[in-house]
Structures are given as structure tokens and as C-alpha cells.
């Protein structure tokens, strides 16, 4: 197996007395989007900006592309890409200019155009930056930091703002990165979004991980019952089972067909983040 | 299917990607060139500041020209300097001044606030590369700012321009002094503010009380002493006596307060902000916002 592009071992960092990060562990394979799960202040940003060595922590052992972040060089940053919460600046840049000029400052960056359209900027590619939307913007961001081909791909919070349309064709997007062999790290708020695109993801709380799996297996969430629901009489009945597929043949027997408003719900993925994040879901 | 073709030269092509993608680094030079011309760009988009870098010392010399010398008077003994010729020295200096440390110390304030210095940060270009792109678009900006001002001094008010090479051998001393020294002062300024709109209150009345007590708005020997003295302290007053030496006549030192161009002193005290400048721009630049963690 090849060396995992992140690797990080039982890390802290603390501001004051907060302690932001306390003993996280994290291993991200080369080539898998790993998606980071949590609340506000459970330490993700903190981790991910030391990953992207903006920030220094406090003890612990942390390796990127087999590198120490903290001894980042121009060589390792041109092999990372970053894309950060929030940015507004150049406005007075068309599209086009700033990610031709962000290129200019990599050893094989990709073609302007292309990751204009990638991004699917392309009839915007001569409008200012000042001048587009919030999604739009975001999607700027992202070309910006995917120009210089980066190995290693960090996404904070990617699709905060983007309407449902825009979430799906940038879903295929980082999906087509992935493909290409970019290894993706990206923190999310958004269940949908680590369920469609996390080959594996970890759920962090009080700056330790508590949960990491597939998504679809997080937290036991395949082996918890299931609940299947169907109606009787316009009567609702409801059973609880860790085998609904028994359930449901029994239940078409019974009926001898179809059965009337039957409904099998499995724990979704923000259940099972509920639960692991210590709120109780209402 | 020969077993020979292929597999040769896709090893080939992978050795050879690999190498490329960890050697060449674009050099520094041409990623300095290119943060100027994005500067640049950029500078000459926003149309107002545009107007009111380049417009600003044109229109206070109108201003001081016509209201001191409106009935002909003359600065110091006879024949005396006519004001528009007297007033100019300062103006480049005030120009140069805005140009270079205002710009970037509520630039890069700015642009800290929005996290663009913290993307640029995130890429593989080097910080001396930023800088040398903030200094060579400062030092487009105040050369086309002070050939406008010194064009229209010239056709608009009749001031004379030297024309013995050592009087421009010293404007460009002291020109690119000034210009470096304000440009590296207001890097190192823009840390200061907390946010981008804190730097225009902070720096626009900096600026502004340097200009009265640094000769560029009064006659400089006319000044109390202990402004002179305050003045002496900050380059603003040292820029404007290296402009009055190029651009006043030779007799013009008499009735400067030390009775000399005092060179070695504007040199000095320039670098002086130069160097520790430099030092302090170094040591607490931010390429975060404060509050960013």
C-alpha cells in the first residue's frame, strides 16, 4: 500500500485554555475523498489549517504528501491546493485574469480555460470577480485552488451558499478530480454532501475524532434497526428490525402483493452524526 | 500485438512528469514581473483612487499657486521663487508619498481583510515575490504621477524645470529613496490597523498632518521650530527639502532653516526608515486577518 497523503498523530493545539485540537488522529490514503464532520468549534478549521500549514500546533506528529507542514516549502505548495472559507479579494480582476495569474505561479499548472470551465465559469470567464454571485465566487475558489494541479486538495466548507443546482455539478466536479487521482480532505456541514461524496469520513468533537468509517457505515449505521412502516385499514403500523427485508417478505406474503403504504427508513447519516456529536435529534 | 511499444514510453513519459513536477519552480523574477502587471491591473481599474492619486497634487498646487501668489508675490528675498515653482517640490513629495506608503499601508490592509493575502499565501509564491510586485507597481504609479504633476506645473503654471543632468541625477536619488521608503513604511504600517476600514482612518490623517508640518502645504522656514524639529523626525520633510534642492534655485538654501540641502542627512534618514522598515515589515507582517484564530 503507498504512503497515505495525510497523516496525523494524536495532535493538540490549544488557544489560552481552549484546547482546540486535543488528540486527534487522522489517516487519509492517496486518491480517497475524506470528508471531516462536526460542529462549529470542534476544532476541524484548526486542524485543517495546521494541515495546510497555516497554523502551527502544539505537539503531535502531522505529515501532507510525506512532508511536515511546517516546514512547507515552494515545492509542497505547489503540490497542495487550498481552498479557504471565505475570500473577496481582486475584485478588479476579470475571472479569466485571476486564475491565469494564480497559474503563473505553478511549475505545471493547468490551462486557464479549462479549469474555467471545469468549474463551469465559462460565460462568466470575463466578468470582474467583485461582480459575481456567492456561489459563483465559491466556484472561483475552488478554480483557484485546483489551477496548479495540486496531489492534495483541502475544500473548508466548499458549497456553503451554492443554491442545489450548483451543489450537484460541483459534486461531480471534485468526484472528476478524485477520479484523476487528486486526494480530497474537505470539512462540510452538509450530510447530503459527505454521504454523495466521502469515500470515508470522520466525525470530530471537542477536537478528537469520535466516529470515522464510510458513510454509510458510520456509528453501527448499517447493523441499526430499521424502521418499516405500512398501513392497515388506513391504520399506521410500525415495527423496528435489524433484518427489514424479512420483514417485508413476510409482510407480502401476508398481504399477498403489494403492501399498502409500506416505508423502510434506515438511520440517516445526520442520525447517526446527531447521536455521535451529542445532540439529540428532535 | 508486439509487446515491445507501448510500455517503453509510457514509463518514459511518467519519469519524465515526475521530474518536471518536483525541479522547476517558476523563477522569482518572472512571478515578481507578474505581481506588478496584476497590480497594476488592478490599480488603474479603480477608477477614483486612480483620479485621486494622480489628481491630488496637480490640484493642490493649483490651489496654493493661486491663492498665495495671486497678486504676484514671491517666496524669499528678491527675485524670489514664484509660488507654483515653490510649492512643486512638496507636491512631488506629498505624490510620492500617496502613492507609495498610503497605497499599500490600506491596500494590503485591505486585501489582508478580504483573504487574498492569505490565499496567496496558500500557493507556492514567494512573499518576496508579493513584495517586489507591491514596489514595482508603487514605482509605475509615482513615476506617471510625478511626470503628470511636473507636465502640468511646467504647461499650466510656467514653473521651469531644471535642466542640468546633476539636478535629475539627484531627483533620482531621492525619488526612488522616497518611493522604496514609503512603499516598505507601508507594508510594514498595514499591520497596524485591525481591519481595512480602520487603515483609511488611521493613515489618512498620518498623512495628512505630515503634509502641514513638513513644508509641503507652508512655507517650511516659516514653520515654528519645534514643528520643524516634529517634522525632522518623520521622511516626509526630508523628501520634500531633496525635491525643493532640484527644483528651487541654487540661492534657495539660504532660506532654508539649516542654510544647507543638508543631502547627506536626506539620505540618511531615509534609508534610516528604509532599513528599519524593511525589518519591522518583516518581523510582524500578517497574511491572516487578527481575528482569524
Known amino acids: ?282 | 500485438m508486439s509487446a515491445t511499444t507501448p510500455a517503453p514510453t509510457t514509463t518514459a513519459a511518467h519519469a519524465a512528469s515526475a521530474a518536471t513536477s518536483t525541479v522547476r519552480l517558476p523563477s522569482l523574477a518572472s512571478m515578481a514581473l507578474e505581481r506588478t502587471r496584476i497590480e497594476l491591473v488592478q490599480f488603474f481599474r479603480i477608477r477614483d483612487a486612480v483620479i485621486f492619486i494622480f489628481a491630488y497634487p496637480i490640484v493642490m498646487l493649483a490651489i496654493f499657486a493661486t491663492v498665495f501668489g495671486q497678486d504676484g508675490t514671491r517666496v524669499g528675498p528678491d527675485p524670489g521663487i514664484p509660488f507654483a515653482q515653490y510649492f512643486l517640490p512638496g507636491m512631488v513629495a506629498t505624490g510620492v508619498l500617496l502613492s507609495s506608503f498610503q497605497n499599500l499601508a490600506m491596500g494590503i490592509a485591505t486585501s489582508r481583510d478580504e483573504g487574498g493575502l492569505k490565499r496567496l499565501r496558500a500557493t507556492p509564491m514567494p512573499p518576496t515575490a508579493y513584495f517586489l510586485g507591491k514596489i514595482g507597481s508603487v514605482l509605475v504609479t509615482s513615476l506617471v504621477q510625478t511626470v503628470l504633476l511636473l507636465a502640468s506645473a511646467a504647461l499650466l503654471f510656467g514653473v521651469d524645470l531644471p535642466s542640468d543632468a546633476a539636478r535629475w541625477l539627484t531627483f533620482m536619488w531621492v525619488f526612488l529613496l522616497g518611493t522604496a521608503t514609503g512603499a516598505i513604511c507601508g507594508v510594514a504600517f498595514s499591520s497596524v490597523p485591525s481591519n481595512g476600514k480602520a487603515a483609511s482612518a488611521l493613515v489618512t490623517p498620518i498623512v495628512l498632518v505630515l503634509q502641514f508640518i513638513s513644508g509641503v502645504f507652508f512655507q517650511y522656514d516659516q514653520l515654528p521650530s519645534w514643528m520643524q524639529t516634529v517634522a525632522s523626525l518623520f521622511p516626509l520633510k526630508w523628501l520634500a527639502q531633496g525635491m525643493r534642492s532640484v527644483f528651487l534655485p541654487d540661492w534657495a538654501r539660504d532660506i532654508e532653516p539649516s542654510g544647507s540641502w543638508q543631502h547627506g542627512a536626506t539620505a540618511a534618514v531615509l534609508a534610516a526608515y528604509l532599513v528599519v522598515g524593511l525589518v519591522v515589515a518583516v518581523k510582524t507582517f500578517q497574511w491572516r486577518r487578527r481575528d482569524d484564530g
Not at chain 1, 1 to 17: C, E, F, I, N, W
Not at chain 1, 212 to 219: R, V, Y
Request: proline share 4%; charged share 30%.
Open chain 1, 1 to 282: 500500500m503507498s504512503t497515505p497523503a495525510v497523516q496525523v498523530r494524536d495532535l493538540h493545539k490549544h488557544y489560552g485554555t481552549k484546547r482546540a485540537v486535543d488528540g486527534l488522529d487522522l489517516t487519509v490514503e492517496q486518491g480517497e475523498i475524506f470528508a471531516v464532520l462536526g460542529p462549529n468549534g470542534a476544532g476541524k478549521t484548526t486542524t485543517v489549517e495546521i494541515l495546510e500549514g497555516f497554523r502551527h500546533r502544539d505537539s503531535g506528529e502531522v505529515s501532507v504528501l510525506g512532508i511536515d507542514p511546517r516546514s512547507a516549502d515552494r515545492a509542497w505548495r505547489s503540490r497542495v491546493g487550498v481552498v479557504l472559507q471565505s475570500a473577496s479579494d481582486h475584485a478588479e480582476l476579470t475571472v479569466h485574469e485571476m486564475v491565469a495569474t494564480f497559474a503563473r505561479y505553478y511549475p505545471s499548472a493547468r490551462d486557464a480555460d479549462e479549469v474555467i470551465a471545469a468549474v463551469g465559469l465559462t460565460d462568466k470567464a470575463k466578468t470582474r470577480c467583485g461582480q459575481l454571485s456567492g456561489g459563483q465566487r465559491r466556484r472561483l475558489d475552488v478554480a483557484l485552488g485546483i489551477v496548479g494541479k495540486p496531489e492534495m486538495l483541502f475544500l473548508d466548507e466548499p458549497t456553503t451558499g451554492f443554491d442545489p443546482e450548483a451543489r450537484r455539478s460541483f459534486w461531480d466536479l471534485i468526484e472528476s478530480l478524485r477520479d484523476g487521482g487528486t486526494t480530497i480532505l474537505l470539512t462540510t456541514h452538509y450530510m447530503d454532501e459527505a454521504e454523495r461524496l466521502a469515500d470515508r469520513c470522520a466525525v470530530v468533537r471537542d477536537g478528537r475524532v469520535v466516529a470515522l468509517d464510510e458513510p454509510s457505515k458510520l456509528g453501527n449505521r448499517a447493523r441499526q434497526q430499521a424502521h418499516v412502516r405500512w398501513t392497515v385499514d388506513g391504520r399506521l403500523n410500525e415495527e423496528r428490525t435489524t433484518t427489514p427485508s424479512a420483514l417485508v417478505a413476510e409482510l407480502t406474503a401476508r398481504f399477498g402483493g403489494e403492501v399498502p403504504g409500506l416505508e423502510v427508513q434506515r438511520p440517516t447519516l445526520e442520525d447517526v452524526y446527531l447521536e455521535l456529536v451529542g445532540e439529540v435529534a428532535p
